[in-house]
């Protein structure tokens, strides 16, 4: 770790930071530090030092905004990848658009719109960046991911660059990079002009009083717990069987949204990992319905 320190430095490859906590690198706050937290300052340096990494075997875990992240208290020994400064975008030609991993979804999204292009609403809603939406094909008010990707590119295992045009197999918030060690470093988007009469902008304006309305944007949360069944809402099954304002220790059930948890003051991992387990134990018991969780969850094994 101390020579992959050494190498970020001499070359000028970027930021580097030792000892980090979790808690301020997640909007849930929670979680314990990283060896070490690299923070590249352009794609081609990231590949250079990426191929360090994977070269050495230095175990990494890449992090965006952290927005749909929760972590234990531990100490881990990995080197953290943080690529909100690899955030070009570039329009190309009939609505096609490059985006860079880093790039925040709200501005990118509302560029697009701006520029009278119909369907990048979802990402002008979402507090995350490309990088992370592309990985969990993320979506909103029935939109995603997988309905305007054509290409992304990413770093395999060995640190080599890959294009990918096809096989993402996206499902309800999952993609084929979910299954392979990879880290996606940039997406290809294309989008439709709006049709006559339709606002995009306005759109997203719409959607982001509909967000402040109903959901808890002022208390520290990291989006939906779970993903929706078939056929019913996961907030209505959390409703149905009373956990809405419900607590252990200081993580609780939102009451403004039964799909958020929400760190109420100093919440532990093992307070959140325990009041999603409930909630999960109880659906099955009481509907027979598996909630799956749609944060990521880093814990050590």
Not at 265 to 291: C, P, S
């Amino acid at each position: 770790m101390k020579d992959f320190i050494e190498f970020v430095n001499e070359h000028e490859l970027g930021k580097i930071r030792e000892n980090v906590s979790f808690k301020q690198l997640t909007s849930l706050k929670i979680g314990g530090t990283a060896r070490c937290l690299y923070e590249p300052n352009s794609l081609d340096n990231l590949m250079i030092a990426y191929k360090y990494l994977k070269n050495r075997q230095i175990p990494t875990y890449a992090i965006g905004n952290g927005t749909n992240l929760l972590v234990s208290d531990d100490r881990f020994d990995l080197v953290l990848i943080k690529l909100t400064k690899c955030n070009g975008f570039k329009p190309l030609s009939e609505g096609r658009f490059m985006m860079e991993a880093g790039c925040q979804s709200g501005t990118v999204g509302r560029i697009i719109a701006k520029l009278g292009y119909s369907g990048s609403a979802f990402m002008g809603v979402i507090p995350g960046t490309v990088g992370g939406l592309i990985y969990m094909n993320s979506g909103a008010y029935k939109k995603e991911v997988a309905d305007f990707l054509y290409q992304c590119d990413y770093l395999d295992a060995k640190g080599d660059l890959v294009s990918l045009t096809e096989g993402f197999n996206f499902g309800y918030r999952e993609s084929i990079f979910q299954s392979i060690d990879c880290l996606i470093i940039r997406g290809f988007f294309k989008f439709p002009l709006a049709p006559k009469g339709e606002e995009p902008y306005q759109t997203i304006n719409r959607y982001l009083e509909l967000k402040l309305n109903t959901q808890p944007l002022n208390e520290r949360n990291a989006g939906s717990v779970f993903r929706n069944p078939p056929h019913i809402h996961a907030w209505e099954i959390i409703d149905a069987l009373g956990y809405r304002g419900f607590s252990v220790g200081d993580a609780g059930v939102s009451m403004k949204h039964a799909n958020f948890l929400v760190n109420k003051g100093n919440a532990t991992f093992e307070e959140m990992a325990k009041l999603v387990e409930l909630i999960q134990t109880d659906a099955k018991k009481y509907y027979n319905i598996d909630l799956k969780c749609e944060w990521k969850i880093l814990k050590k094994l």
